[in-house]
DNA sequence: GTATATAAAGAAAGCGCTTTCTTTAGTTGA
DNA sequence: TCAACTAAAGAAAGCGCTTTCTTTATATAC
């Protein structure tokens, strides 16, 4: 049907050895030679087929990417680090992008990370980016080890078997966002964390415990609050602690779509923020997003979600070329102050 | 290095020929030899090589997919909805997804798009979806035809030449959203446009100039503004139009964006929405974003971006299998009202 | 001039599949 | 029993390239 090799090396009076020889700039081809085949090539506006051409060179040209989701801010944002950095660093591969989707259970996205990681290996990508929230499998990861394809993962957890990873440091970012309350006088903090069956919040939730311990608060599991990261939750957290005996100055949550919620319910309550009660949250995404200036202040970390995705495919490209070498990378994250904390009243 | 299906065959103690028959599906193999040549598979984790396949086959398996930014959530929620139902009506396809970045003057973006587009033809993708703001060029559109490969474009303009293109109906969303401003007794409706180089900016005002008309109200060069689409020039165009010595009693912004931007002018100079102005907006994006609960209401017509991806890829599906007619799809938008219209004060 | 190294080209094998074409085995009918 | 099918399998060609291996042309040396 379509034009090939063949064709080109008929209409230019060479071999076919010769018109591959000058598509990929390789062996010796005499000037004049080299002039004429790309002449006909232009003429013909020929390309090679990338099916035949991987094929011999047993490469896809593909690079891998499961994403958890294409609609949430942050990970849209990781994606976008990935996309803009593969095109400057290895701009012949494209990348194959898979999301996990919106919908169902904790265990159906595990086993769709399972499938899509699956299908990626079956495509025979030459590289692979992992970056959902959820934790990567034994089996996946002796999958993948097994497979001998170079992969990054974003996230993951601290310790995580992946040999190369990119992350943030959540404890690190936690301890020192509680600390700055607790800086300011507060003791009576609490923390609604996102669901603790994720590694960033447990480790988030690890942070805000670590920086009480290290000023001598005791926690109060009262003050201890499992959410699942919605909207309405980070209301009815704060119905629940604000209705405590003693009541908490500060909140912090495990991630900002909770503390808007917060927002809400407080701002319902005609209770100002910082002046009655201080709150963070964590992600920074409204940094990222859309609206940024029309959402409410909140203090919170700034997950820098492009370099995320930037970086992971700096280590990825050096995986690709041969670096065998473990590695584990953090990104900085970035306390946004936007004055939700204040000394305490009482 | 990897086995292929050669040593399936002498595994299997078959011919090459039946194990792909087994694994294809097709012609007619014993019982007895399918079984166990998929015994054979399933021990030696045995997958064809895509290239291979493709290569005999004449298919990649790809769609192609252009998409104006990785980050808006209009875009993103378009290429959710593309992602979506490409699963579920074409599984054995995949994504491939190029994106124009946020970067660059039109001018850029426009040879962007076409370098994109010519990279896809390359990969000789077994369809194409273009969803950018740009109107596609006469030359991209003829280089399309010429390619023979299905493509389905996302917006475009009225009267693309397009083959296959969904969108929504600018211009009537626009008259409609200008008509209720009118019947709650509006006359002053002030417009401001986004670049009129987007097609979709000058439907949007001439459905603004529709329906004005209609109702015999004499349009206003001084109330017609050419915006940026951007936050600031939301807030600014306020102020002029607000120092003009007949003020307008409501303002129509071309998108969210410009119309978050006056709202904030707006309560910076403490007028209130809608008592002492009416506005509205026009995509619906907040909506769709991550903090929709946190932003300030504002009336706008929501365009469907989930549904448009979908309904592209329903289209290129029926393409791909054959269906050569020409058509033209639009998606019905939504009024949102949240209350930025009220009855002018004077 | 011939011998020798080198540059440039072609012939042909082969990447891992699918598919046509051919052959063999198995079934049915009289 | 043998002809006439059909079902099942294999042989082999070929998809469009790359690359090795071999041959031919050209330059360098003596």
Same mark, same amino acid.
């Given at each position: 049907?379509?034009?090939? @090799?063949?064709?080109?090396?008929?209409?230019?009076?060479?071999?076919?050895?010769?018109? !591959?020889?000058?598509? &990929?700039?390789?062996?010796?081809?005499?000037?004049? &030679?080299?002039?004429?085949?790309?002449?006909?090539?232009?003429?013909?506006?020929?390309?090679?087929?990338?099916?035949?051409?991987?094929?011999?060179?047993?490469?896809? &040209?593909?690079?891998?990417?499961?994403?958890? !989701?294409?609609?949430?801010?942050?990970?849209?944002?990781?994606?976008?680090?990935?996309?803009?950095?593969?095109?400057?660093?290895?701009?012949?591969?494209?990348? @194959? #992008?898979?999301?996990? *989707? !919106?919908?169902?259970?904790?265990?159906?996205?595990?086993?769709?990370?399972?499938?899509?990681?699956?299908?990626? @290996?079956?495509?025979?990508?030459? *590289?692979?980016?992992?970056?959902?929230?959820?934790?990567?499998?034994?089996?996946?990861?002796?999958?993948?080890?097994?497979?001998?394809?170079?992969?990054?993962?974003?996230?993951?957890?601290?310790?995580?078997?992946?040999?190369?990873?990119?992350?943030?440091?959540?404890?690190?970012?936690?301890?020192?966002?509680?600390?700055?309350?607790?800086?300011?006088?507060?003791?009576?903090?609490?923390? #609604?964390?996102?669901?603790?069956?994720?590694?960033?919040?447990?480790?988030?939730?690890?942070?805000?415990?670590?920086?009480?311990?290290? /000023?001598?608060?005791?926690?109060?599991?009262?003050?201890?609050?499992?959410?699942?990261? /919605?909207?309405?939750?980070?209301?009815?957290?704060?119905?629940?602690?604000?209705?405590?005996?003693?009541?908490?100055?500060?909140?912090?949550? *495990?991630?900002?779509?909770?503390?808007? *919620?917060?927002?809400?319910?407080?701002?319902?309550?005609?209770?100002?923020?910082?002046?009655?009660? !201080?709150?963070?949250?964590?992600?920074?995404?409204?940094?990222?997003?859309?609206?940024?200036?029309?959402?409410?202040?909140?203090?919170?970390?700034?997950?820098?979600?492009?370099?995320?995705?930037?970086?992971? #495919?700096?280590?990825?490209?050096?995986?690709?070329?041969?670096?065998?070498?473990?590695?584990?990378?953090?990104?900085?994250?970035?306390?946004?102050?936007?004055?939700?904390?204040?000394?305490?009243?009482?």
């Amino acid at each position: 049907m379509s034009i090939n @090799l063949e064709d080109i090396a008929r209409l230019a009076g060479v071999s076919s050895a010769t018109v !591959s020889r000058v598509i &990929n700039n390789t062996g010796n081809v005499k000037p004049a &030679n080299r002039e004429k085949v790309l002449r006909v090539i232009e003429e013909t506006h020929y390309s090679p087929n990338p099916s035949a051409q991987n094929l011999m060179k047993k490469t896809t &040209n593909t690079i891998g990417v499961i994403i958890n !989701s294409l609609v949430r801010d942050h990970w849209t944002h990781i994606l976008a680090g990935i996309d803009e950095r593969i095109v400057e660093l290895m701009p012949t591969q494209n990348a @194959l #992008v898979m999301s996990l *989707g !919106s919908s169902s259970t904790q265990e159906q996205r595990q086993n769709l990370l399972s499938q899509k990681l699956a299908l990626l @290996l079956r495509k025979r990508c030459d *590289g692979i980016i992992i970056a959902v929230s959820n934790r990567l499998s034994e089996k996946d990861l002796s999958t993948l080890n097994a497979s001998s394809v170079p992969y990054v993962v974003i996230q993951d957890f601290k310790g995580s078997a992946a040999p190369r990873r990119v992350g943030i440091d959540n404890t690190k970012a936690s301890v020192e966002l509680t600390e700055r309350a607790i800086r300011l006088g507060h003791e009576r903090i609490a923390y #609604v964390s996102s669901p603790l069956y994720y590694d960033y919040a447990s480790e988030r939730r690890d942070g805000y415990l670590h920086a009480l311990k290290k /000023s001598c608060i005791k926690p109060l599991p009262d003050y201890m609050v499992e959410g699942d990261n /919605s909207f309405e939750c980070g209301s009815k957290s704060v119905l629940q602690l604000l209705s405590l005996p003693v009541k908490p100055t500060a909140i912090i949550f *495990g991630t900002d779509r909770m503390a808007f *919620g917060a927002i809400h319910q407080l701002n319902e309550m005609h209770l100002s923020i910082p002046e009655e009660i !201080s709150i963070a949250g964590f992600d920074g995404i409204a940094e990222l997003g859309d609206y940024h200036s029309m959402v409410p202040p909140l203090n919170t970390v700034l997950q820098p979600a492009e370099q995320l995705g930037v970086a992971a #495919v700096d280590l990825l490209y050096s995986a690709m070329n041969g670096d065998t070498s473990k590695q584990s990378l953090t990104i900085e994250t970035r306390f946004i102050d936007r004055h939700t904390f204040a000394v305490p009243r009482n």
